[in-house]
């Protein structure tokens, strides 16, 4: 690699000062070749590169985790309402079924109309005014 052919990095001129010729020359075994600081500074460079990947990595996988408890805690909390929501009905059904009887307005052909041939458990009832004749 000749010197001064990293455009990006600044830290590098064409033509070392003397002083840097004077260190070099004096401890060679310190800093060695340009090409090896270069190496040593890119290999730097890289290391903070990959700890950064890695912190941003760690954070995504928290982010994950949290969403992921937030979502159980809502299906829960939805899971509930649909277990309540559907005791609601089944007492409901109750209710109408044994007031049905009671009700002088309505015969069991009567029944049929308002609820349907297949009144069933998941049939919507309709609410429906008793007026007397």
């Keep these: 690699m000749a010197q001064g ?3 990006n990095d ?3 001129t064409k033509s070392p000062s003397p002083g840097n010729k004077q260190i070099s020359t004096a401890f060679p075994a310190l800093l060695g070749s340009t090409d090896d600081v270069r190496k040593v500074m890119r290999r730097e460079k890289n290391r903070i590169a ?3 990947s890695r912190m941003r990595q760690t954070q995504k996988a ?3 985790h949290l969403e992921s408890e937030n979502l159980e805690k809502e299906n829960a909390a939805l899971r509930k ?3 309540r ?3 609601e009905a089944k007492y409901l059904s109750t209710v109408l079924s044994n007031h049905e009887p009671l009700c002088t307005g309505l015969s069991g052909a009567s029944t049929e ?3 349907g041939a297949h009144h069933g ?3 919507q009832h309709i609410s429906v005014p008793h007026y007397p004749l």
Excluded: R
């Design 5 to 7: 052919s990293d455009n």
């Design 10 to 12: 600044t830290s590098y």
């Design 50 to 52: 990959a700890q950064k």
């Design 62 to 64: 928290d982010n994950l």
């Design 81 to 83: 309402e649909v277990k």
């Design 85 to 87: 929501l559907t005791e």
């Design 113 to 115: 109309i308002l609820y």
């Design 121 to 123: 458990a998941f049939h």
